[in-house]
Each structure stands twice: as structure tokens, then as C-alpha cells.
Nanobody, 122 residues
Framework: QVQLVESGGGLVEAGGSLRLSCTAS????????MGWYRQAPAKQRELVAA???????RYADSVKGRFTVSRDNAENTVYLQMNTLKPEDTAVYYC????????????????WGQGTQVTVSS
């Protein structure tokens, strides 16, 4: 079965950086679009970034210029480099696999990781 395992979350001061990783198994990683979502307390889960099989990327407006999504197909891993972190970036971050990447949006697939907590202190 498909498994997605996230790592790299933690506590960081505002302005700092973190890199999240998500390693996949049980699927043909290179054939799948991958996405990162986040959910803050009392808020809906929202798309942060997505990367297509082609390497095309998409970002939420709130993270453009600060976050970078990338993938290593040889390692079955997708990364989210987060720079200049803000307190409003505090959330549980989830990896998603198998979604649909279009010119207008990214629609999540049915596979989710367990989430990793990111906390940014002011």
C-alpha cells in the first residue's frame, strides 16, 4: 500500500528556515504529482505547494517567494524548503500524492501522510 512519511518539522523563530521531506513507498513516485498542504487550528486544510511529474510547480500566494517545492525521483522524496518563516505559517503540514495538476489548480489525491508540526514563534 502507499505510504507517505513526512519529517523535518519543528519549532523555529520567525525569519528562520525549515526543510520538510516526504518519502513515498508503494507507488511509482515519478509518475505522481505531489503536493504539500497545511492545516492550522480551527482552519481548513489548504494547499501550500504542488509539483507535477514534469517538475512544474504551483504555490499558494501566501508562500510565493519564500517556499520552494522540489522532488528527487531517485529517492522517492518530495521536499518543501521554507524560508523567512512567519508565525502565520504555524500548522501541521501534510504530504499528498496522486493528485491532479492542471493549469489552474491542484486537486489532491487520496494518499496523505501523517503530518508534521511546524511552529513559528514571534
Amino acid at each position: 500500500q502507499v505510504q507517505l512519511v513526512e519529517s523535518g518539522g519543528g519549532l523555529v523563530e520567525a525569519g528562520g528556515s525549515l526543510r520538510l521531506s516526504c518519502t513515498a513507498s508503494g507507488m511509482i513516485f515519478s509518475a505522481n504529482t505531489m503536493g504539500w498542504y497545511r492545516q492550522a487550528p480551527a482552519k481548513q486544510r489548504e494547499l501550500v505547494a504542488a509539483i507535477a511529474r514534469t517538475g512544474d510547480t504551483r504555490y499558494a500566494d501566501s508562500v510565493k517567494g519564500r517556499f520552494t517545492v522540489s522532488r528527487d525521483n531517485a529517492e522517492n522524496t518530495v521536499y518543501l524548503q521554507m524560508n523567512t518563516l512567519k508565525p502565520e505559517d504555524t500548522a501541521v503540514y501534510y504530504c499528498n500524492a496522486g493528485g491532479v495538476y492542471t493549469s489552474a489548480d491542484y486537486y489532491p489525491g487520496k494518499y496523505w501522510g501523517q503530518g508534521t508540526q511546524v511552529t513559528v514563534s514571534s
